[in-house]
């Protein structure tokens, strides 16, 4: 069975330029989540959906971010315009229920110039 | 609100000697947490979980963790250590009341041969 993955596993970008995360989920997980940690960090929640649905967005930084999940499947994160402020890993987990344990994909690392 | 703190930036312990990682959280209603770990380029990995039971969790690996009410604290132990346990371990709790999990700074544990 495939794990979470993502893609890009690393971007560079310049400042105001635009760049869109995507996290596919484990197959069935209906609850996915996005989470960032800048270096040396806390791993800091964004938001978490439970399939198509936002069900807590309030770790979004600013209306820069905007992510969606169209279908109950994969996800986009998109930051438009990005800010040196940006740059750090982004993870997203799935997980089947919201009790059990988070399942990571790789992250996707973000510079920003 | 809800928080972790991992006070130890770094833990070194001698191959074979028995470890310990620090957790302490705080959480309004009753905690979930989680230990998980990350090694170089990976995504993260879950070790174990408390939800309710025995306060003594053991998980993958050898590890094992002990929850403490009274202290407000979830340390992860193993017994003897070995080298390829080198790796970014981070402490998670959910409350148990929402969906959002917090995770703490990380812990990098170093086993020198």
């Known amino acids: 069975e495939a794990g979470v993955t993502q893609f890009p596993s690393h971007s560079v970008i310049e400042k105001g330029q635009t760049v869109t995360l995507r996290c596919d989920p484990i197959?069935?997980?209906?609850?996915l989540y996005w989470y960032r940690r800048v270096m040396g960090k806390e791993i800091k929640f964004l938001l978490h959906?439970?399939?198509?649905?936002?069900?807590?967005e309030s770790g979004m930084p600013n209306n820069r971010f905007l992510a969606e999940r169209t279908g109950g499947t994969y996800s986009t994160l998109k930051v438009q315009p990005a800010e040196l402020e940006d740059s750090g890993v982004y993870f997203c987990a799935s997980s089947p229920d919201a009790t059990g344990e988070l399942f990571f994909g790789e992250g996707s690392r973000l510079t920003v110039l | 609100a809800q928080s972790v703190a991992q006070p130890e930036d770094q833990v070194n312990v001698a191959e074979g000697n028995p470890l310990t990682v620090k957790c302490t959280y705080s959480v309004s209603g009753n905690p979930y947490l989680f230990w998980y770990v990350q090694y170089p380029n990976r995504g993260l990995q879950f070790l174990l979980k408390?939800?309710?039971?025995?306060?003594l969790v053991k998980g993958s690996y050898g590890f094992e963790a002990e929850f403490n009410k009274s202290q407000t604290s979830f340390h992860l132990k193993k017994p003897s250590a070995l080298v390829s346990d080198s790796a970014l371990y981070f402490c998670a709790v959910r409350d148990a009341g929402t969906y959002k999990y917090i995770f703490g700074t990380g812990t990098r544990l170093k086993v020198l041969a």
């Open positions: 959906f439970v399939k198509e649905s936002k069900q807590d």
């Open positions: 197959s069935g997980h209906d609850n």
């Open positions: 408390y939800i309710t039971g025995d306060n």
